[in-house]
């Protein structure tokens, strides 16, 4: 299975500012990639790194960009375009933004300051079109400047509860939004080109999964579906919803941490779209690490693996932000994660995925699918069917109708469902492993009936 391992470690004594990373965010472009980072611990900074072939780390131009001491810089975002970055600010004409020279390093634009946006915002989101952000005192996503981050909408009345976060993803004749509310509600929007957010699909907190104090949300797809993920420290879960083409929102899974994960609080989550159309998810809190999984296409993740921070006194303490990648080389994909907290340092992880192929659904009329010698992703038809991976690390996942699987060469994940008769012909303990989550109320393994 993919499993992370660690490939570098970075001190605050070898990098200035490098205490209370809040939030870092990817570019990608030409060729190249940087990772930024906005730091906060008696002042506030912009970190600037490049990132090598390897997915390790390199300080932009040998230093970081001091910013300034105000205590309400919010979040970072990078501007459409890539050449900006843009600062929220939780007070009056506090959003900031920084151009990125031609080294990818972070500076201050001569003669910029910030613009004038008349409230506190408290997120920003953007897309490589656009731009918008979440005030206390509206109760829509506010349209903004690309470049400079000024509101070009007044966003209406209060909100019905107050706002905790903000994910855009580009689509098809616009920007789909998703916001969550601190009670746990949900609700997404689209915009047209040039238009002001409105609302598609509302889900209040009593009538959704269990989302308390929500700290994180990402648009993603996997498969081709989209997915909208959303973090709940208070509940310590993941909630996973499927979206419509118009937005409309279907609750699709709900996670709770147990002694097996590692995202008790949840604070931060991050995704990595793969070039196979596969995505896959971390989620980290105050648990002592993290834990990976796959997003199957219909919004379920499947755990992979935990990582537990190293006892060396640089693990990041309180962890409150997640970038994961996937790069695509000889070998296959590679995952790579950066993830920093309030203590000091920042650690990068790396994990080989192996060659990953598209994920394949067997449908009744089809209902036997063959893996290759990749890393395959076979999921069975609801009436069941024979899902055979080969060589390979598969993961195969089972329906309630029953059905056979068989795993071949290699370390398998055998998903299985709820309902129906899972036969699994090759199963090789401390090699395989199965996927027991999808049975409710499952407590012991006595509880399993076993031929």
Known sequence: MVTFGLTQMLSAAEVQFLTGLQDLVLREGDGRAQLYGLSH??????????????????????????????PVRMGLALAPGGGHLLIAGAAPEMMLRLSIGSGGRATRPEGDASPGFEGRLLAVATTATSAFGLSAGAGQPLRLDPQTG?????GGGAPDSPWAGLAARQIAGGTLLATTGADGSVTTWRAGP??????????????????????????????????????????????????????????????IDSRGSRFEKVQSLAVAETASGRS??????????????????????????????????????????????ATEG????????YAAGQTPGLLVLSAPAGPLTPARIATPEAPDLTGTNGADLLIAAPGGGHLSGGAGNDILVGSSGGGQMTGGAGADLFVVAPGGTSRILDFTPGEDRLDLSGLPMLYSPASLSLE
Do not use: C, K
């Open 41 to 70: 611990s008696r002042r506030f900074a912009a970190n600037s790194w490049e990132i090598g072939a390897d997915g390790q780390l390199t300080l932009s131009a040998g230093q970081n960009l001091y910013i300034d001491d105000s």
């Open 280 to 325: 896959f998810l971390v989620a980290g809190g105050g648990d002592g690490g993290v834990s990976l999984f796959e997003l199957l296409p219909d919004g379920r993740p499947v755990f992979l693996s935990n990582y537990i921070w190293p006892e060396i006194g640089m693990a990041p303490g309180n962890l409150s932000t997640l970038v994961l990648r």
């Open 194 to 255: 040039a238009e002001d957010p409105e609302a598609v699909s509302h889900i209040p907190a009593l009538l959704g999964p269990g989302i308390a104090a929500p700290t994180d949300l990402i648009l993603t797809q996997s498969g081709g579906q989209l997915l909208l993920l959303v973090s709940g420290a208070g509940s310590s879960s993941l909630s996973s919803f499927r979206l419509a083409p118009d937005g409309s929102l279907t609750p699709a899974w709900h996670l």
């Open 330 to 337: 000889a070998g296959g994909t590679r995952l790579d994660l």
């Open 150 to 154: 000024t509101a070009l909408s007044s």
